[in-house]
C-alpha cells in the first residue's frame, strides 16, 4: 500500500515540476512578444 502511495506522489511532483516549466515559458514568451512590440 505504501508503494502506491510513494508513486502518487512521485507522479504529483512530475506534474508540478511540468506545470511549473510550462508556466516559464509562458512567461518568457511573454516577455519576448512585449520586447519586440
Known amino acids: 500500500m505504501s508503494t502506491g502511495l ?3 506522489l ?3 511532483a512530475g506534474l ?3 506545470a511549473a516549466a ?3 515559458d509562458a ?3 511573454a516577455a ?3 520586447a519586440k512590440a
Open 6 to 8: 510513494i508513486a502518487l
Open 10 to 12: 512521485d507522479d504529483v
Open 16 to 18: 508540478a515540476k511540468v
Open 22 to 24: 510550462s508556466l516559464d
Open 27 to 29: 512567461a518568457g514568451q
Open 32 to 34: 519576448r512578444a512585449g
